[in-house]
């Protein structure tokens, strides 16, 4: 698959944890919803678990959109998928890196 990089166990310590890498993604405006007083954003992938620790890590060129929408740093995973938190809209499409720790 493009954009899907599994790193080796070696490169983390005790390599209990396997790490895998989609870059890059693109999260879409038309993505977001708004629920509960915050904008809401779900990137769905099978190789995430409920028990997964999900980095969404944005690209230098969306770094201002994601200050102005002011994307929270905690996620929300579920099995195939995670969420993400905004207090505002973005106003463009924003570049990120998944990692996936399982």
Known sequence: MDGLKKLPK???QDGLVDVLQVTPVTLTIVGWTFASGLYEYTYSNPSILSTSIVDVIPANVSIAVVKAAD???STLSSTGSVKLYATNLPTTNIIVTIN???
């Open 10 to 12: 070696d490169q983390l």
């Open 71 to 73: 994307i929270m740093p």
């Open 100 to 102: 996936i720790f399982n």
